[in-house]
């Protein structure tokens, strides 16, 4: 039971989290500082809790540190996808580039991201050293040395690119994608990680009750999902299903700029009452709950 229950709420969480993030980053921008700002709070939260509970070596801990992780993580996710924390390059890839200038030109893209997050990992380090439950850290590390491996992939050329998670403000970084049937990346990338998951479960298999079944097994969890995304970037399954209510807030948003630049239109081809509808409407646009 318990390894059930340790699977179940790593795949519920990594879902519900994904989604959530989706959905967030797909609201007007308008609401991105205040997104930020809260999330911002939870994460300093979630530092706090992982320090905390890092030295709690029972079941309870194990799922406090992943959770605590996960939020972390979920700042990254959300500070580069509203476009806070990137890179110093905004462009697309230059025309013609190729090898080594365009891999440069893409790290470009995500430097400052990638910066913040080895910074964080060693406050990790430092917040958990010699804690006896170190599932905080080890969950972090899983999640950013994946998602480095699925974008080398995506870089080198993989059949399904993923394209639609990404939100218009970061459509300029498709350009640095490649679509092609296999890269030699990938059956390494995929081999690796599946040998890495299977030392992960015999550890949760291997553990004595309590914080190291619980711990492992939602490492294991983890781990499985992220071969599964790695699977995801070949194979013809429509992925963005999963998330199909996270991204309900972009097309929310391109209905509501729809509705707007028609009231616009309206006001500058139309006559004196049109305009006087157009002016009335006009709060609605930009209430707080649009």
């Known amino acids: 039971m318990d390894y059930v229950l340790a699977v179940v709420f790593a795949l519920f969480l990594w879902w519900f989290s994904t989604g959530a993030v989706l959905y967030l980053v797909g609201l007007p921008k308008r609401t991105h500082g205040w997104t930020m700002a809260i999330a911002s709070g939870l994460a300093i939260l979630a530092l706090i809790g992982l320090s905390v509970s890092s030295a709690d070596a029972t079941t309870l801990g194990a799922y406090c540190g992943f959770t605590c992780a996960l939020v972390v993580w979920g700042w990254h996710e959300m500070s580069f996808l509203t476009g806070m924390v990137t890179g110093p390059r905004t462009e697309p890839c230059p025309a013609g580039s190729k090898g080594w200038p365009r891999f440069a030109y893409a790290a470009q893209t ?53 394209e639609e998670f990404l939100p218009d403000n970061l459509a300029f970084l498709k350009s640095y994608f490649k679509k092609r049937p296999m890269n030699l990346l990938f059956p390494v990338s995929v081999t690796v990680s599946t040998v890495v998951t299977w030392v992960l479960w015999e550890k949760a298999a291997a553990g004595t009750p309590g914080g190291e079944i619980a711990g492992f097994t939602m490492l294991t969890a983890l781990m499985a999902l992220a071969v599964l995304e790695h699977w995801f970037l070949v194979l013809p399954v429509p992925v963005a299903t999963l998330w199909r209510w996270g991204l309900l807030s972009r097309a929310a948003d391109t209905h509501d700029s729809t509705t707007r630049n028609d009231h616009e239109g309206l006001a500058h081809t139309s006559p004196v009452w049109a305009k006087a509808v157009v002016k009335r409407d006009a709060p609605l646009l930009t209430s707080p709950g649009r």
């Open 110 to 162: 995500l430097l400052y991201h990638e910066v913040a997050i080895l910074l964080t990992a060693g406050l990790l380090v430092f917040l958990t050293w010699g804690a006896p439950n170190q599932f905080a850290l080890w969950t972090f590390l899983v999640l950013w040395v994946m998602r480095l491996s699925a974008n080398l992939n995506v870089f080198l050329g993989v059949p399904n690119l993923t």
